[in-house]
């Protein structure tokens, strides 16, 4: 203990010695002194959260370049190196103890080997840096729910995020019990050339779920670093499976259902797939966009949002389809934009702004200019596909006010949905639980985006729209679900949308807005208040309560046309998912549950039947 201290008293100055300090944990202390002698920081900095400290932070990723200012004075721009723009997921790893299994879906190294190397790589990192370290809280503070992470990062545009995305916890650290569980940080930018990390080959995010430690080395892209993201999500999901909960890739929000009452839903797409977009659907509030926890608390399943902000792809925003999101990008609240186009008057643009593209200006190639192409000769964008802005969800004038309430929100519903061009309807409930964790979380599937490194667009098995994040066996990830609501009486309604289905043309055949309806819909069905049509894949809205629905809430005249061809059921597509779904679980995952099985071959059995009775292609009409 006195070698920590010592570390501490020579590294730290007296006020940031005081301010850490009075954090009574032997832990925090012990992180500290061991990431210095590590990464061996020039200087090191305490944020003890007062608005002097936060304001630093803020002041110091622009002093060194990590994010410059904008011509709003409240927004600044950071860019991120040209390979280093989304979540790098083969080189995010789990150190895996001998003997241990986490099935081949998860990229994973063995334990002390990742260790070594995450020392090695880490190892003076800091040398002519500051360190920062910062103290925050997972979920509501004061609740069943929060967990406490500390982050040490040598990037203050990190430091700086994390403010906007997460809830401060310098005070709760100081009054926790000391052997409250903790989530462990570690990042460093690496060597930067022009402010931006430039070893990416050396890239690295180690998950060392023993000590619940995470290790990001040689990247600044937000989903690589931000500790409290989704490196702290694979975390959760080890705890929660440990106590009984689960730890989701999923929006929470409220949909205003008829005479103001409101009904809380999660809901689970991937990257890139109208996560955001949904939770922020207008007429309805937001709890959060990306991750939820969700307990059994007296009997009924609650939920509350993991963080307080937003790091959303600025991609297609635009004021007329996304006005509350348009509006506080304009407005007073702080906001960090990432790798959009700066233009010479210091104004951010992104793809399909809805405004002319521009000619010139800096971008996360630098100079831009129009007609730039890469080293293959590809041209290159003027802002990145997956460009983003980070907010604080204060500013929001849809914010539901449950954001911060220790016991969560009880779940109405949970909706799954992905970018699937042929098979799903745009919206359809589960048989029941077990029906909607088989076929709907356990089989979704979606066409792969921006927001990971890799080409775009390729149908990928994406379960839970967690496969990305999930940090135990999958067929044990699956049971948890189906086991979670065991001693529930009325468990969430389980939901599926796809707002990506296309004709044979390759034309989207809903509208964007249109979601707002199927939230309705789904709603009313959570009070069984409206009526649905069952069929061998769920079931399924009719016709007239849609037309009543697209009338009351988008002033649109919904034909039955429209309506045939988005619900009809596509048997062939839906038989050759099933192949697809239970290849993949027979072939990757030998701890699947044996009721997977046994649903989709029920489910498969009625698409044969009923397509023996009526064909390959069925309109609702016939099915009702
Ligand atoms: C995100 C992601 O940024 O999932 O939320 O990539
Ligand atoms: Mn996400």
Redesign the pocket.
């Known amino acids: 203990m006195n070698e920590i201290m010592s570390v501490l008293e020579q590294s730290l100055t007296d006020a940031n010695f005081r301010k850490l300090l009075a954090i009574p944990n032997r832990r925090v202390h012990k992180f500290v002194a061991d990431a210095i002698r590590l990464c061996k920081p020039m200087k090191v900095f305490v944020c003890n959260d007062s608005r002097e400290d936060t304001e630093y932070i803020r002041r110091t990723a622009i002093a060194r370049g990590e994010e410059a200012p904008l011509a709003n004075p409240y927004h600044t721009v950071h860019f991120d190196g040209y390979f280093d723009q ?2 790098d997921k083969e080189r995010t790893v789990y150190l895996v103890p001998k003997g241990e299994v986490l099935g081949e879906h998860l990229s994973q190294i063995d334990r002390d080997y990742g260790l070594q190397l995450a020392r090695d790589r880490l190892s003076g990192t800091m040398e002519n840096k500051k360190m920062v370290v910062r103290f925050f809280v997972l979920g509501p503070l004061d609740s069943p729910f929060s967990i406490p992470a500390v982050q040490i990062t040598d990037s203050f545009y990190v430091a700086h995020s994390e403010d906007l995305l997460y809830r401060r916890g310098y005070d709760y650290f100081r009054r926790m019990p000391e052997d409250h569980e903790i989530f462990w940080m570690l990042h460093s930018s690496g060597k930067l050339i022009h402010s931006v990390s430039t070893d990416w080959k050396k890239r690295g995010v180690m998950i060392d779920y023993k000590t619940n430690t995470v290790y990001s080395m040689n990247t600044q892209y ?2 690589n670093t931000i500790g409290l ?2 490196l702290a999500l694979r975390l959760a999901i080890r705890k929660a499976d440990k106590e009984g909960w689960l730890a989701e ?1 999923m929006f929470l929000m409220a949909v205003h259902g008829p005479t103001g009452r409101k009904t809380y839903f999660t809901g689970a797409f ?3 797939c109208g ?1 955001t977009s949904t939770s922020m659907t207008r007429g309805n509030s937001i709890v959060g966009d ?1 991750l939820a926890y969700l307990r059994k608390i007296d009997g009924k399943v609650r939920a509350v949002n993991v963080e307080r902000g937003i ?1 959303g ?1 600025i991609r297609s925003v635009t004021e007329k389809d996304d006005p509350i999101i348009w509006d506080v990008l304009h407005s007073k609240q702080p906001a960090i934009f990432s790798n959009v186009l700066v233009t010479e008057d210091a104004e951010p643009r992104w793809l399909d702004d809805g405004l002319p593209p521009p000619k010139a200006g800096i971008n996360f190639s630098g100079e831009w200019f129009e007609g730039k192409v890469d080293r293959n000769g590809e041209v290159i964008p003027y802002a990145h596909k997956n460009a ?1 802005y980070t907010i604080g969800l204060d500013g929001l004038s849809n914010l539901d006010d449950a954001l911060d309430d220790p016991r969560g929100v009880e779940v109405g519903g949970i909706i799954y949905g992905g970018r699937d061009r042929d098979t799903w309807v745009p919206v359809q409930q589960s048989l029941n639980w077990e029906h909607g964790v088989i076929t709907m979380g356990a089989s979704l599937e979606s066409e792969t985006t921006a ?2 490194l890799g080409p775009s667009g390729v149908r990928k098995f994406q379960p839970f729209s967690n496969l ?1 994040f999930i940090s135990i066996p999958l067929g044990r990830y699956i049971q948890n679900h189906l086991d979670f609501v065991v001693d529930i009486d009325s468990p969430p309604l389980i939901f599926a949308v796809n707002y990506f289905l296309r004709d044979k043309e390759g034309n989207f055949i809903t509208d964007k807005s249109d979601k707002r309806v199927w939230l309705k819909w789904m709603e009313l069905r959570v009070h069984d208040e409206v009526d649905a049509i069952a069929t061998p894949t769920g079931h399924i809205p009719h016709y007239e309560d849609l037309k009543s629905l697209f009338e009351k809430h988008l002033d649109k005249e919904y034909s039955e046309a429209e309506y045939e061809e988005q619900f009809k059921l596509r048997v062939p597509d839906h038989l050759a998912k099933i192949e697809r779904i239970e290849k993949v679980y027979r072939e990757t995952v030998p701890d699947a549950p044996e009721l997977l099985y046994r649903i989709l071959s029920e489910q498969r059995a009625k698409l044969e039947a009923i397509k023996h009775r009526l064909g390959d292609c069925i309109v609702p009409s016939v099915l009702a």
Do not use: L, Q
């Open positions: 989304a979540r937000a989903g993201k989704k890739h991937p990257s890139g996560k990306d790091f792809i983003r927001a990971t990305d």
